[in-house]
């Protein structure tokens, strides 16, 4: 009988030892996909990242091309503005020299 138990003993002990062995291998494979994960993680962050950056470049592109439009139409407008002031200033000369204001 001790014989036996001792048998049963040794017999969960073998398993005992085999689950930590399936467990150690399980941990290392978990380790090894959580490594690949993190790997695809920071790739893909990167790749997200640039895709930013050339948004961000292409955005300032644009903001440029604005700015340089918004200058030239300031410049028109004050073109404009400059000769408005120049033509009523001429009619009120011309209204004077001939008498109408």
Same mark, same amino acid.
């Given at each position: #009988?001790? +014989?036996?138990? /001792?048998?049963? !003993?040794?017999? =969960? /002990?073998?398993? !005992?030892?085999?689950?930590?062995?399936? #467990?150690? +291998? =399980?941990? %290392? &494979? #978990?380790? $090894?996909?959580?490594?690949?994960?993190?790997? &695809?993680?920071?790739?893909? #962050? &990167? +790749?997200?990242?640039?895709?930013?950056? &050339?948004?961000?470049?292409? /955005?300032?592109?644009?903001?440029?091309? =604005?700015?340089?439009?918004?200058?030239?139409?300031?410049?028109?407008?004050? /073109?404009?503005?400059?000769? %408005?002031? %120049?033509?009523? $200033?001429? !009619?009120?000369?011309?209204?004077?020299?001939?008498?109408?204001?």
């Amino acid at each position: #009988m001790e +014989s036996q138990i /001792l048998q049963a !003993v040794k017999e =969960l /002990l073998h398993e !005992v030892r085999e689950m930590r062995t399936e #467990m150690e +291998s =399980l941990k %290392q &494979e #978990m380790r $090894a996909e959580m490594e690949s994960f993190k790997q &695809e993680m920071r790739t893909e #962050m &990167e +790749s997200f990242k640039q895709e930013i950056r &050339e948004e961000i470049k292409e /955005l300032h592109v644009r903001i440029g091309k =604005l700015e340089t439009k918004v200058d030239k139409l300031h410049d028109k407008f004050e /073109l404009h503005a400059q000769k %408005q002031w %120049q033509t009523e $200033a001429d !009619v009120y000369r011309l209204k004077k020299l001939i008498g109408i204001e």
